[in-house]
């Protein structure tokens, strides 16, 4: 489970993010990425009905992008909320090339530290 000083919860906090943060798009993935004053790296996930019509394939499809954001904190730069927006398509993807798109996600926004990926 992703710690909650890692989590990204508040509606007004969201919303700066979706104004000022800038996109990425990789295969069924976007990220948006805005800079923070904390010291850490908080995300949001967001799975909307189009992409799954069961709340057991939306919530599936957030755990695995919260597990694999979980594995990935070590490697990102402080300072950062990340929202990770789910499109079509992504329900029939598995979890290694979920894990890929959002490695490369990170790593053209910029937001890691090392190239170990």
């Known amino acids: 489970m992703l710690p ?3 989590r990204l919860c508040k509606k007004k906090e969201i919303d700066g993010v979706f104004l000022r943060g800038k996109s990425v798009k990789e295969g069924f993935l976007v990220l948006k990425t805005a800079k923070s004053r904390l010291e850490t790296v908080r995300f949001c996930f967001v799975v909307s009905k189009r992409v799954s019509k069961t709340a057991v394939g ?3 499809i ?3 992008m919260r597990e ?3 594995a990935a904190l070590p ?3 402080p300072g950062h909320d990340l929202i990770f927006i789910a499109m079509p398509g992504l329900e029939k993807m598995d979890y290694p090339r979920i894990e ?3 490695k490369k996600s990170f790593a053209r926004s910029g937001i890691i530290m090392s190239d170990k990926l």
């Open 4 to 6: 909650k000083i890692n």
């Open 100 to 102: 890929k798109d959002m």
């Open 75 to 77: 490697l990102l730069k």
């Open 68 to 70: 694999i954001a979980r």
């Open 62 to 64: 957030k755990r695995r």
């Open 58 to 60: 939306r919530n599936l």
